[in-house]
Nanobody, 125 residues
Framework: QVQLVESGGGLSQPGGSLRLSCEAT????????WAWFRQAPGKEREFVAL???????YYGDSVKGRFTIARDNAKNTMYLQMTSLKPEDAAIYFC???????????????????WGQGIQVTVSS
């Protein structure tokens, strides 16, 4: 059974940093593309970042230059380093995964098969 577990969320002041982790119980973690999405109250789920099997990285416009996605295939874990946090970054953050397909860059929630339960990030002074 595939399981994704996020950790590292919590409260940060504006301008602060947090690092999220997503540990996956899944065979062949290295053959998957992994992503972070977020959802604020009353809003649609938003693409945050993607790291592909070949380490190619993609970011949503609102987080470019502030967030960094990474993966450690030996640990079956994906990360999201968030810096210069803003109040508008507050949301529930979800990790998601799907098998890599060459030439296909998944960026919509419907593109992903596996999801974590989500973790709260709050940005407030």
């Amino acid at each position: 059974q595939v399981q994704l577990v996020e950790s590292g969320g919590g409260l940060s002041q504006p301008g602060g940093s947090l690092r999220l982790s997503c540990e996956a119980t899944i065979d062949r973690f290295d053959t998957y593309d992994w992503a972070w999405f977020r959802q604020a109250p009353g809003k649609e789920r938003e693409f945050v970042a993607l790291i592909r099997r070949n380490e190619g990285k993609y970011y949503g416009d609102s987080v470019k230059g502030r967030f960094t996605i990474a993966r450690d295939n030996a640990k079956n874990t994906m990360y999201l380093q968030m810096t210069s946090l803003k109040p508008e970054d507050a949301a529930i953050y979800f990790c998601a995964g799907r098998k890599n397909i060459v030439g296909f860059v998944p960026r919509a929630p419907r593109d992903f098969n596996y999801w974590g339960q989500g973790i709260q990030v709050t940005v407030s002074s």
